[in-house]
């Protein structure tokens, strides 16, 4: 049944191609030899199976699965810095085995605007990583955001940016999306750890990323931009392909579930279609409507910074 069921899968990511072909291949077994093992009258060896899901990026955990019942991935705790900089790398980890191409959607139900905009060399990036390590790591010293100084890791988060940015995407946003941030900056400028300037300079750059934003869903058709006032939006993030997905379900800021059970992810998708049906794109609702949204965020982030003043 389990080979089956390996031999149906490979078949699926393979199309119009021999699955004898691509086996022996693969194998380096015969021709024979493959179509005993694809018409399951030989059995794969553990090897066999173990080197067929590595090459097509499949995870023998489905086939244990049931119903009510599967095997997930989880991701390593982040207390540090340099589990910080191992969450970048994993990440980009994950990108280099899925199936990258025209047909693959990301979908982000933005809870808060999502991290991968606030990987870059700015005042605005440091201070995110700065709220992250104090809210991650239950021992961290506050120290002033003046003295804190992150590892240099601006290689692995620009690529990373980079290769998300280049992906058709589809995020849900909603007036408290930025809301977080803003949260934030206030809190460390009232307990006097972050000194105003350095709180302005990270508005006016929040405020640029916004524009930024505002600007790809004008200008960008692989981007699409909708506004959910119905949903709790949650920070779950579902890269889907129709010959493997993957769900990223968090734990905690920068802790994930990682999902890749077909059914759970079809189930995924269908949820992620039901929340959009019940959204307004801004990319085709028009001027007035996408810079009403957006204007929202721009009057919160300037009166907050007419506050500190």
Request: net charge negative; hydrophobic share 40%; with cysteine.
């Amino acid at each position: 049944m389990h080979q089956e069921a390996l031999l149906k899968e490979i078949r699926r990511r393979i199309g119009d191609k021999s699955l004898n072909d691509e086996i022996a291949n693969i194998l380096n077994i015969s021709y024979d030899a493959a179509h005993r093992r694809t018409s399951l009258k030989a059995k794969f060896s553990f090897e066999e199976a173990l080197e067929l899901a590595k090459y097509y990026q499949i995870s023998l955990d489905q086939f244990l699965s049931s119903d009510h019942q599967i095997l997930v991935k989880k991701t390593s705790a982040v207390t540090t810095t340099e589990d910080l900089q191992s969450f970048f790398q994993n990440n980009l980890s994950v990108f280099e085995n899925l199936p990258i191409s025209d047909k693959m959607t990301i979908y982000y139900s933005a809870k808060d605007i999502p991290f991968f905009y606030t990987l870059s060399d700015t005042l605005l990036s440091r201070f995110k990583i700065y709220v992250w390590m104090n809210l991650l790591n239950a021992k961290q010293v506050f120290i002033p955001f003046l003295q804190f100084s992150p590892p240099q890791f601006e290689a692995d988060t620009q690529k990373l940016r980079r290769i998300y940015e280049e992906q058709n995407v589809a995020e849900l946003w909603n007036d408290m999306t930025v809301s977080s941030i803003l949260q934030q900056v206030l809190f460390y400028y009232e307990t006097d750890l972050l000194k105003i300037n350095e709180a302005q300079i990270i508005l006016q750059e929040l405020r640029e990323l916004i524009e930024y934003i505002e600007q790809k869903t004008e200008n960008n058709p692989k981007f699409h931009l909708y506004e959910n006032e119905l949903m709790h939006l949650s920070n779950d993030i579902f890269f889907h392909h129709p010959q493997q997905s993957l769900f990223a379900l968090p734990t905690n800021m920068f802790g994930y579930i990682l999902i890749n059970d077909a059914k759970t992810c079809q189930e995924t998708l269908n949820y992620f279609e039901h929340q959009i049906k019940n959204s307004k794109s801004l990319n085709t609702s028009g001027n007035r409507d996408r810079k009403k949204f957006f204007n929202k965020m721009y009057e919160q982030i300037d009166q907050l910074k007419q506050n500190l003043s």
